[in-house]
């Protein structure tokens, strides 16, 4: 059983950049994938980026690749999300999810992933 909590969403500029954090409790969260969605107003929860246990393999959506880094430090039991060159359309509501197992075919399907936080909050003014 892992428990999430994120942190460090608020209002920025375009072009700004906000890091964003997950915070676990439990045993075993370096065992755990761990990826970020993010959902905006009136839209589906979309995939961001997945960062492996070992925190070498990363993946990331087309549409955030090159601005985003999604890291994990196990000793802190905490996972990352760094935004950087925002745009408007980068304001959303960013969840971070975890899973103890991983496939290449669903590694981004919300779906699959039994334990999630509350969500926090960015907002990118043009």
């Known amino acids: 059983q892992v428990q999430l909590v994120e942190s460090g969403g608020g209002m920025v500029q375009a072009g700004g950049s906000l890091r964003l954090s997950c915070a676990a409790t439990?045993?075993?969260?370096?065992?755990?994938?761990v990826a970020w969605f993010r959902q905006a107003p009136g839209k589906e929860r979309e995939f961001v980026a997945h960062?492996?246990?070992?925190?070498?393999?990363?993946y990331y959506s087309d549409s955030v690749k090159g601005r985003f880094t999604i890291s994990r430090d196990n000793a802190k039991n905490t996972a990352y999300l760094q935004l950087s060159s925002l745009k408007p359309e980068d304001t959303a509501v960013y969840y971070c999810?975890?899973?103890?197992?991983?496939?290449?075919?669903?590694?981004?399907?919300?779906?699959?992933?039994?334990?999630w936080g509350q969500g926090t909050r960015v907002t990118v003014s043009s």
């Open positions: 999810a975890a899973r103890s197992g991983f496939a290449y075919s669903d590694y981004f399907k919300a779906n699959v992933y039994p334990y």
């Open positions: 439990g045993r075993y969260f370096n065992l755990y994938g």
């Open positions: 960062v492996m246990w070992g925190s070498t393999t990363t």
